[in-house]
């Protein structure tokens, strides 16, 4: 996803040391938080449910403000502004239309309470109608519409007043499963349309990882990890980021020797595994190190059929599980104590030799794919 975005333009928005608390400092929802969201780019924060992510979007909106820091829009602080003058729009879960009212009525409704005339109204809504590929539903009334009409209908209803920012959260969360892909390509069709900056709040990796520019994972009030979604999902900085983004094997060991930019550790089995390292870490004998080894990297090799290639590290494991999943098959391997290690092994290449559950096998990946975490 390529698109223009600058950090000083008029939607550009910048956290700086903000701190939330509740209860009379009894509960820290937001624990110091510094970020830079681009004009025109879409940020999705992404975290496990209580991580203070919602919180945020209300401090950015102007419903409520930080106990302590600053919230930055087009480089002016906003804290103590309310939400029309800081131009920020919020679109909730429920889409909240208003169901009496027809479909060019519910969005020409946002510029009634700014005191515009009847006629402006009715045009700017016939444009923005036109933006958002709602001009046929015009006379519909929301009960007449599909669920993505109706999400249409409340983005453009949020956009009608020129926001420089607008707020999602948990857009999609109501939505069956299906129709959540579905609007989830539209949300990011209408972003570029509007090229407004979008801070879409939600749980789903999926989600953050289909949509965003920006990619903030969260963790209990602070910010685990922020970057382009592809950068946070092949270079996770820990465990958690690993975990929560999902797809990665994390193997955790300890070192044992060090060769240039290459070293070895043991983990749970005896195996020395190889690593590469670059100029980021300094790496010290006997230090607790953990890897990231992406599923769809991992290679299942049979003992008996050879060593290990040159280049490619290994761990020995049981598989534990097998399961179909059309394109390709998710095998369980045993090679970590907690979580399962799991390989994607494209379906047609497990089914000219497939193995068994209770198969011995080397998880095989090449040593260059693993990714050294910065924090174990
Ligand atoms: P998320 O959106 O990630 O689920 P929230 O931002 O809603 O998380 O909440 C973060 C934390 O702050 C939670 O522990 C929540 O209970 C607490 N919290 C949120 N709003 C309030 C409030 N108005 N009063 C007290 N505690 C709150």
Redo the contacts with the bound molecule.
């Keep these: 996803m390529t698109m223009q975005t600058t950090s000083s333009g008029r939607g550009a928005i910048e956290l700086a040391g903000v701190v939330k608390s509740?209860?009379g400092g009894e509960?820290t929802?937001?624990d110091g938080i510094n970020l830079k969201i681009p004009d025109g780019a879409y940020c999705c924060v992404l975290?496990?449910?209580?991580?203070?992510?919602?919180?945020?979007l209300r401090m950015i909106a102007g419903h409520e403000d930080p106990t302590h820091g600053e919230i930055l829009i087009g480089g002016e602080n906003v804290v103590g502004l309310p939400p029309v003058k800081r131009r920020t729009a919020m679109m909730f879960q429920s889409y909240a239309l208003f169901p009496h009212l027809n479909v060019r009525d519910n969005i020409a409704y946002a510029l009634r309470v700014r005191g515009m005339s009847r006629s402006e109204r009715y045009r700017r809504a016939e444009e923005m109608m036109a933006t958002v590929q709602l001009g046929e539903f015009a006379e519909r009334l929301p009960g007449q519409l599909s669920g993505g009409q109706q999400q249409r209908v409340a983005l453009a209803r949020a956009a009608i007043t020129e926001p420089r920012v607008l707020l999602l959260d948990e857009p999609l969360s109501a939505l069956d499963e299906h129709l959540r892909i579905q609007m989830r390509t539209e949300l990011a069709t209408m972003q570029k349309n509007l090229g407004i900056t979008f801070v879409h709040?939600t749980?789903t990796q999926m989600e953050a990882i289909a949509l965003a520019d920006l990619v903030v994972v969260?963790e209990r009030?602070k910010i685990k990890q922020a970057g382009p979604a592809r950068e946070v999902y092949i270079a996770p900085r820990d465990r958690y980021v690993a975990e929560f983004m999902g797809g990665q094997n994390v193997l955790r060991g300890k070192v044992r020797t060090i060769n240039g930019v290459r070293a070895t550790m043991v983990g749970r089995g005896e195996e020395p595994i190889e690593v590469a390292f670059d100029g980021r870490h300094r790496l010290e004998k006997d230090e607790t190190i953990e890897i990231a080894v992406r599923r769809d990297d991992i290679e299942l090799l049979r003992p008996e059929k050879g060593k290990v290639p040159a280049g490619k590290a290994a761990v020995s494991s049981r598989i534990v599980g097998i399961e179909y999943q059309g394109n390709f098959v998710k095998v369980m391997l045993d090679a970590t104590d907690d979580v399962a290690f799991i390989a994607f092994v494209p379906e047609r290449r497990f089914f000219q030799d497939p193995m068994k559950v209770g198969e011995v096998v080397y998880a095989a990946w090449d040593v260059e794919h693993a990714h050294l975490m910065i924090e174990p």
């Excluded at 975290?47 to 945020?56: E, L, N, V, Y």
């Design positions: 509740y209860d509960t929802a937001v975290g496990p449910s209580g991580c203070g992510k919602s919180t945020i709040v749980h969260m009030g």
